[in-house]
């Protein structure tokens, strides 16, 4: 699996794209988005609220290039980031924030959170 990761007006956001070509949008932890194999790089699109409690419309979208994949972000209809997968850190056992073991943690959503500090690990 490859993960983008991004902040969107606070929002923790990943784009998980599966070995199989599954997409996934996770936000806060929660997954809002899913295609389960996306041939023709629909966008995921999804509505989150920014600092000011204003809704702002939002497209996550594959694409490759250079045969690699990047996620472009727009934010009402203006792009914003492109993302690249982050480096596959093997599966961490521990937090990567502040090293706590994860061993045995409940899963939720293919992550586990840190009891420790609050981060996201995914497994
Ligand atoms: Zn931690």
């Known amino acids: 699996m490859m993960v983008f990761r991004?902040?969107?007006?606070g929002?923790?956001?990943?784009?998980?794209?599966?070995d199989f070509g599954g997409e996934s949008v996770v936000v806060n932890g929660?997954?809002?988005s899913s295609i389960?194999?996306?041939?023709?790089?629909?966008?995921?699109?999804?509505e989150l609220s920014d600092e000011q409690g204003k809704p702002r419309a939002v497209e996550l979208r594959r694409q490759s290039?250079?045969?690699?994949y990047e996620v472009i972000v727009s934010v009402d209809g203006q792009m914003r980031a492109v993302l690249l997968a982050e480096k596959d850190s093997s599966r961490p056992s521990c937090c990567?924030?502040?090293?706590?073991e994860l061993a045995g943690l409940p899963?939720?959503?293919?992550?586990?959170?840190?009891?420790?500090?609050?981060?996201h690990t995914i497994v």
């Not at 389960?36 to 999804?46: D, E, K, L, Q, V």
């Not at 290039?65 to 690699?68: H, N, V």
């Not at 990567?96 to 706590?100: F, I, K, L």
């Open 107 to 119: 899963v939720e959503n293919g992550e586990k959170r840190c009891p420790e500090c609050g981060r």
């Open 11 to 18: 929002h923790r956001v990943e784009f998980r794209l599966g």
């Open 96 to 100: 990567t924030n502040c090293g706590y």
């Open 65 to 68: 290039r250079k045969f690699k």
């Open 6 to 9: 991004t902040t969107i007006h």
């Open 30 to 32: 929660r997954e809002v």
């Open 36 to 46: 389960p194999i996306n041939w023709n790089s629909r966008g995921h699109f999804i």
